[in-house]
Nanobody, 116 residues
Framework: QVQMVESGGGLVRPGGSLTLSCAAT????????MGWYRQAPGKQRELVAS???????TYAASVKGRFTISRDKGMNTVYLQMDSLKPEDTAVYYC??????????WGQGTQVTVSS
């Protein structure tokens, strides 16, 4: 059974940084692409960033230039380096991956709060 195991959320001041990590455990196949979504209270879940094994990357316009997604080569892991954090980045962040082209896998979510 595939599980997306996340870590790295927390409380940070505006302008600060956090790094989120996610590993897809139990997968006997490649998880591709892998990425991060977020959901703020009262809002829909939205894509933050996604990356394929070939390093094709997508970023939400609101995070471009501040967040960096990366993956370990050949591994089912993904990271999100978040810099210059703003209060509007406050949300639950979910790791996401696609397996065998059609299977969606989600993490349990990790809270990121940006507040002074």
């Amino acid at each position: 059974q595939v599980q997306m195991v996340e870590s790295g959320g927390g409380l940070v001041r505006p302008g600060g940084s956090l790094t989120l990590s996610c590993a897809a455990t139990g997968a006997t196949f490649s998880i591709n692409p892998m990425g991060w979504y977020r959901q703020a209270p009262g809002k829909q879940r939205e894509l933050v960033a996604s990356q394929t094994h070939l390093k094709r990357t997508t970023y939400a316009a609101s995070v471009k230039g501040r967040f960096t997604i990366s993956r370990d080569k050949g591994m089912n892991t993904v990271y999100l380096q978040m810099d210059s954090l703003k209060p509007e980045d406050t949300a639950v962040y979910y790791c996401h991956g696609v397996g065998r082209g059609t299977l969606d896998f989600w993490g349990q979510g990790t809270q990121v709060t940006v507040s002074s």
